[in-house]
């Protein structure tokens, strides 16, 4: 099934939306219509994965889509891989994004952004496990764009960046960044934060725009689903305007930003005390048009500091809209002491500004973090463990949380072992893994560290299966054997133990994955 829309002149003509004029978000053109496909009821009676449905959906001659679906069930489950899956693929690069039931709500029934004028979406079905179907209810299509220039002096002396730790925020056209809180979540303007019914989207490692200006998206692996309930925000104008949330993991690496971009910013306790010496330097993703390849995509500035409060910074660095939420970065140091809000430099004066992160009530916020971002230090399990020989299915539980300073022990149970079998506990900071291991599953991403010497499972009551074996973690996190059991790190661990009845000689728990609070 293909559908095909030329787009009238009318829809083109209205493209641009002008931002507002101090706060310096810059919303990409784009316009919306309604389109209805359903793929009706489908389901794999085959012995093998196979694709159930395919449509096709082309708007001509736009520069990027993304779609928008009234409904998606998919069958299975995803909790054990097993579960059907969402697939949608651009005609122009390539680029694919896979979705289970999980990640359709996390993305709110809404796909990535894709690059050029048409799109593939297919259900991509295990076999016999029942019915799926996905209604589509309309599209997003990006226009070209107009460039209104906002910098310090008469010339814009930004210039093309790479910084992994800063991102794109879709669909209102911001700045976002990651930080080193706990669960390695991320801060942007407040006003960019405004409507809770926009689907947001930080976007890595964003490409060049076309030669007229209109975005490209960087493909499904750098695109994150931002989770409305960690949303924590404040729009107040210079001073009082800043947003701190957090994203899931990649729906199709399954890895966090800040694990797929290997790095953070070390945010400050507060801007530091007025000194003219002090260079402030904004990088993010602002509007240019010289040359438009260069609109939305990363650049970055350094300049003079002009005035530091209790809750605003004032700086003479380039920015333009699109810029709000950037970091504020004190160069000599390398800090984030600031969150970049609103424009008011010219061609012969004033200042741009920015919310100090000092500011008692981000400071709150993230002393107080919801949704994903509060989620810091638990253990969450998965994956399966093997049937041992004396046919019991060994599991892990946890109690405590995992912290690089508490005194309170974080416990890693595994259960159901072999009476008086020996074992150790495996992890590793590679995220989740399901690989065929021993006619079992290896739940941890390679490379693996042993938690060694091996301990002895014991026999804790009466009949089969009653050992245990058992790990206070925190006491691993502070001996500083391992340094890279920091504050922030995702771990994951399962445990492996003797069997000598089985085949392969060794028995697997399923998996718990963590990340280390302070």
Not at 15 to 37: K, N, R, V
Not at 254 to 280: K, M
Not at 335 to 353: P, R, V, Y
Not at 503 to 517: C, M, N, P, R
């Amino acid at each position: 099934m293909t559908l095909s829309l030329r787009l009238p002149a009318a829809l083109l003509a209205a493209a641009s939306l002008a931002a507002p004029a101090a706060a310096q978000i810059s919303t990409p053109p784009s316009f919306s219509y309604d389109l209805a496909i359903d793929s009706g009821w489908v389901a794999n009676t085959g012995a093998r994965e196979e694709v159930v449905a395919s449509f096709s959906v082309v708007a001509t001659g736009v520069p990027w889509m993304r779609l928008q679906f009234e409904d998606v069930i998919l069958a299975g489950s995803p909790n054990d891989e097993s579960g059907s899956l969402l697939r949608i693929t651009s005609h122009l690069d390539g680029a694919v994004q896979e979705l289970n039931a999980h990640h359709v709500l996390e993305w709110r029934r809404t796909s990535a952004y894709f690059n050029g004028d048409a799109v593939q979406v297919e259900i991509v079905a295990r076999p016999g496990t029942g019915a799926n179907r996905v209604v589509l209810r309309g599209v997003t299509a990006g226009e070209v764009p107009l460039f209104p220039e906002t910098q310090c002096g008469a010339l814009d002396d930004r210039v093309l960046s790479s910084d992994p730790r800063v991102s794109r925020v879709m669909p209102i056209g911001c700045t976002g960044w990651l930080i080193d809180d706990c669960n390695r979540c991320m801060l942007t303007a407040g006003h960019c934060f405004n409507d809770a019914s926009d689907v947001s989207t930080a976007q890595f490692n964003v490409p060049l725009s076309t030669g007229s200006g209109s975005y490209q998206h960087p493909p499904p692996q750098d695109q994150y689903a931002v989770d409305l309930l960690s949303w924590q925000f404040q729009n107040g104008g210079v001073g009082s305007d800043w947003a701190y949330f957090g994203t899931f993991e990649n729906s199709n690496t399954g890895l966090t930003a800040a694990t797929a971009q290997g790095s953070v910013f070390e945010l400050a306790s507060s801007a530091p005390p007025f000194d003219p010496a002090i260079q402030i330097r904004i990088t993010g993703h602002g509007t240019d048009s010289t040359p438009p390849t260069h609109n939305g995509v990363q650049q970055t500035h350094v300049g003079p500091i002009d005035q530091i409060t209790t809750t605003s910074v004032r700086y003479r660095t380039d920015t333009t809209g699109g810029n709000s939420g950037s970091p504020v970065i004190w160069e000599q140091t390398g800090q984030a002491i600031g969150i970049h809000t609103h424009g008011g430099c010219g061609a012969t004066g004033g200042a741009n500004s920015g919310t100090n992160v000092g500011r008692l009530s981000l400071q709150n916020a993230l002393a107080n973090p919801l949704g994903i971002c509060a989620t810091c230090g638990e253990a969450e399990t998965y994956c399966q463990g093997k049937i041992n020989s004396s046919f019991c299915v060994p599991f892990m539980t946890a109690s405590g949380a995992a912290s690089a300073t508490s005194t309170t022990p974080f416990q890693l149970r595994g259960n159901d072992i072999l009476d008086d079998e020996f074992g150790f506990l495996l992890y590793g900071q590679n995220g989740r893994s399901n690989l065929a291991f021993h006619g079992g599953t290896l739940c941890v991403k390679a490379p693996l560290t042993r938690n060694l010497p091996p301990k002895n499972a014991g026999s804790n009551g009466t009949g089969f299966c009653r050992g245990i074996l058992n790990t206070n973690f925190n006491k691993r996190i502070q001996s500083g054997a391992d340094p890279t059991l920091s504050v922030g790190a995702q771990v994951n661990a399962q445990y492996i133990y003797r069997d000598p009845a089985d085949s392969f000689g060794d028995g697997l728990t399923d998996a718990v994955e963590f990340i280390i609070a302070p």
